[in-house]
């Protein structure tokens, strides 16, 4: 074989393998400058839904001065933790995150300057094709100033297939900022609940996040920057958990960063299954249900409890913190607020 018939196979095989990257990876560019979109899984023919997310950068922690960031529906309203979401099994959203932090910011915190600048949405729990992944390896994030659809898909149970279904009690996050593991993205604040019901589950008059994390924090706070709730006039929030009695609470608990924690409520408990309630009137199926109210959380753990606050035990400020001591004793601690109706 001569050497131009040499050099022109292995152009040929250059092209390919470019071909072949851009076909794997270069899907995740396609569409108009700007805005980048994502296949639907399977079972997903079109979304449901369509909603708008925002990154922005937030003003930095008082306490230790790190970089915050947060997810919101508008830019104004972002957050840490970002706006729960919520499906129904059978459901298929298409979620556009914008990428509004500054790219100044997003070098601020990665650790390798070969790693890309961006953010991203990665969910856990539900059905989603790579394009919506939320990895660097997957090329599914946002560069700075422009923004990405990505699809989630609730699967539904299938008793004919034995399929699971999605119902239950997740989370989304970053998977981009820093690392490829988005260490530094979540540790920033960029998380946030996820809620799959099923058709006819109980609906909960309100839903809170409670993310347990490194240094002893809940939602990156520590006590008593944990609960800034007015005692006077509460307004529900992240760092104010507040209920009328006698109403239904849902809490979406997540285990952030690298320790094992406890999620522990004063004065109410719950039911150890999928809603934290006890459905039915078959007592063999009841009987073999743990009541609890104490509950370990390992780091990327999620599940959910529903309470009726101040059941049998009225109004109060009830502490809710981690049971590992030293944890509380840091300062891993909140309180829900019961008032009267």
């Known amino acids: 074989m001569d050497r131009k018939s040499s050099a022109g196979r292995l152009l ?9 990257t851009v ?35 937030l003003p930095r922690d008082p306490v230790t001065g790190q970089i915050r960031l947060g997810y919101g529906s508008t830019p104004d309203t972002a957050s840490y933790p ?7 099994e059978g459901e ?21 300057p070969e790693h890309p600048l961006g953010v991203s949405l990665h969910v856990h ?23 990405r659809t990505y699809t989630w898909y609730a699967k539904p149970r299938s008793a004919a297939t034995g399929s699971q279904g999605t119902a239950g009690y997740w989370w989304y996050h970053d998977h981009v900022v820093g ?22 589950d109980t609906r909960p008059d309100r839903t809170y996040v409670t993310a347990f994390g490194d240094r002893q924090t809940i939602n990156l706070r520590r006590s008593p920057e944990a609960d800034t709730c007015d005692h006077m006039n509460p307004q529900p929030g992240p760092t104010c958990l507040m209920a009328k009695v006698g109403e239904r609470i849902e809490f979406i608990v997540i285990g952030l960063g690298n320790e094992l ?8 408990s719950w039911a150890d299954t999928r809603t934290g309630m006890v459905e039915g ?14 509950k370990s959380l390992g780091p990327g753990d999620s599940f959910g409890v529903q309470i009726i606050a101040g059941d049998s035990v009225g109004p109060g400020h009830w502490m809710l913190h981690c049971h590992m001591q030293f944890h509380s004793d840091a300062g891993m601690y909140t309180t829900l607020h019961v008032i009267e109706g």
């Open 281 to 294: 009137n078959s007592k063999p199926l009841v009987d073999s249900i743990p009541v609890i109210d104490n």
């Open 261 to 268: 924690h406890t999620f522990h409520i004063h004065g109410h």
């Open 23 to 57: 076909g794997a990876g270069g899907l995740a560019l396609a569409g108009k400058a700007g805005e980048r979109s994502a296949e639907k899984p399977d079972g997903c023919a079109q979304p449901d839904r369509r909603i708008q997310l925002y990154a922005v950068e």
């Open 179 to 200: 690392g490829p593991h988005g260490t530094q993205g979540l540790g920033a604040g960029l998380f946030g609940g996820l809620v799959v019901r099923r058709q006819g």
């Open 12 to 20: 040929l095989v250059a092209a390919v393998l470019v071909v072949t």
């Open 82 to 88: 970002g706006p729960t979401m919520e499906m129904i």
């Open 125 to 147: 729990g539900v059905k989603y094709t790579q394009l919506s992944d939320g990895t660097v390896h997957s090329g599914s994030y946002v560069p700075p100033g422009q923004s």
């Open 92 to 112: 298929c959203l298409a979620i556009t995150l914008h990428n509004q932090v500054p790219e100044a910011t997003l070098a601020q915190l990665r650790v390798a």
